[in-house]
Nanobody, 122 residues
Framework: VQLQAFGGGLVQAGDSLRVSCAAS????????MGWFRQAPGKERELVAA????????YYTDTGKGRFTISRDNAKNTVDLQMNMLKPEDTAVYYC????????????????WGQGTQVTVSS
């Protein structure tokens, strides 16, 4: 599966932003999807994950409370809605896909998109 993340940009602290990831292929609903981010000088970290059927979601402390992950299997997309953004949310945001749950939540999904830059100014 090929992934393309988009929707990043420059926003101010307190703003909201939605990043999206479009996937190729006809079996999108069979993949667990995750959103990750990597800030300059820091390791990549998981933000949120969602199961193929969207029944199960998982948020790390990074994403809990302000971020919402969702997916539309008819459109082969997965979104990350980010609210009340802070300067420390500045990072490149990546989407990833894996047939199984654990690789995503452990940070080593099988397929990765190229990332989209989110910059939050203070």
């Amino acid at each position: 599966v090929q992934l393309q993340a988009f929707g990043g940009g420059l926003v101010q602290a307190g703003d909201s932003l939605r990043v999206s990831c479009a996937a190729s292929g006809r079996t999108f609903s069979s993949y667990v999807m995750g959103w990750f981010r990597q800030a300059p000088g820091k390791e990549r970290e998981l933000v949120a994950a969602i199961s193929g059927s969207a029944v199960r979601t998982y948020y790390t402390d990074t994403g809990k409370g302000r971020f919402t992950i969702s997916r539309d299997n008819a459109k082969n997309t997965v979104d990350l809605q980010m609210n009340m953004l802070k300067p420390e949310d500045t990072a490149v945001y990546y989407c990833a896909a894996d047939p199984n749950w654990l690789p995503i939540v452990k940070g080593y999904g099988r397929y990765w998109g190229q990332g989209t830059q989110v910059t939050v100014s203070s």
